[in-house]
């Protein structure tokens, strides 16, 4: 796995496949592979993302690598039918990171969900109206930066004032992870993209 992170942070892509498909082959899990490679290589590049010090074209690069190793896990053509619904995804307006978001929408539909991906820097009324649209049977909120968390404690009251009473609210991503449902004010917090499929294939029993 150190393979992996070492070749992510370089943004040596070839280097980063290759690691990849090493792993694949010794029998690691995809879940592993993003959670214990993907996101700990983003983390240690977390010193050149300050408000002080700022080295976009090395992060740029290295979440290039990522979205590469993404690409080579879960294949376009081996992507199944979607049956479980439309998941709604976004991160809200004022969040430009995407690299976690999009990670989860590649795992949702690996899982048979329909992702609709508001992208990001997503205002809080496109996402409402694309979940009425859209017939929503849950929101994803992808959140990295904590002085978004007030805009997405409205999601919830947004999506109600729309008449969207029955929709649950999952949020994730760096800055959410730290914080509980209730003080997000949504329904579950989720620590992995897996979570959230765990979390949305159990609903109906939990429903019943
Ligand atoms: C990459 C990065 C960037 C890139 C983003 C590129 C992109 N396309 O996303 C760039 C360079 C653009 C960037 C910009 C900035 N960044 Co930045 N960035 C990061 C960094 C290093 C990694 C984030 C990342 O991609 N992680 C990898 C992904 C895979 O992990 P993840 O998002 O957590 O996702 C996983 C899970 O959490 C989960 N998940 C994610 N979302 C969701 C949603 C749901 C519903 C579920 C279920 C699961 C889920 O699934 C993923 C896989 O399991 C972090 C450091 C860190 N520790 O996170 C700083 C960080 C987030 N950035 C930070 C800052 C300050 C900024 C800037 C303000 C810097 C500046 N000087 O301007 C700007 C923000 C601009 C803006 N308005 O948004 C701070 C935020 C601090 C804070 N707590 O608010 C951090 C924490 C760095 C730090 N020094 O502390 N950044």
């Known amino acids: 796995m150190e393979h992996l ?14 690691a990849v498909e090493r792993l694949i082959k010794a029998g690691t899990d995809r879940e592993l592979i993003i959670t214990e490679g993907l996101e700990v290589a983003m983390k240690r590049l977390e010193s050149k ?26 294949p376009e053509g081996s992507r199944p039918v979607s049956t479980k619904g439309k998941v709604i995804i976004a ?14 929408r590649m795992v949702l539909i690996a899982d048979g969900y329909h992702v609709v991906d508001c992208g990001k820097d997503c205002p809080l009324n496109v996402l409402v109206s694309t979940a009425k649209r859209e ?39 760096a800055a959410l992870k730290m914080a509980s449902a209730g003080s997000l004010n949504v329904d579950v917090v989720c620590d992995s993209a897996f979570d959230a499929v765990n979390w949305l294939d159990n609903e109906e029993v939990r429903k019943e």
């Open 5 to 18: 992170i070492r070749a992510l942070i370089e943004g040596d892509r070839p280097r980063s496949v290759f």
């Open 49 to 74: 993302c300050t408000l002080e010090q700022f080295n976009l074209l090395e992060i740029m690069v290295a979440g290039r690598a990522v979205m590469e190793v993404m690409n080579y896990i879960y």
């Open 135 to 173: 017939n929503a049977r849950a929101v994803c909120i992808s959140g990295l930066i904590t002085s978004l968390i007030p805009l997405v404690r409205k999601v919830k009251s947004s999506l109600h004032r729309a008449g969207l009473t029955g929709i649950p609210v999952i949020a994730g991503g």
């Open 91 to 104: 991160t809200l307006e004022g969040d430009v990171h995407d690299l976690g978001k999009n990670i989860l």
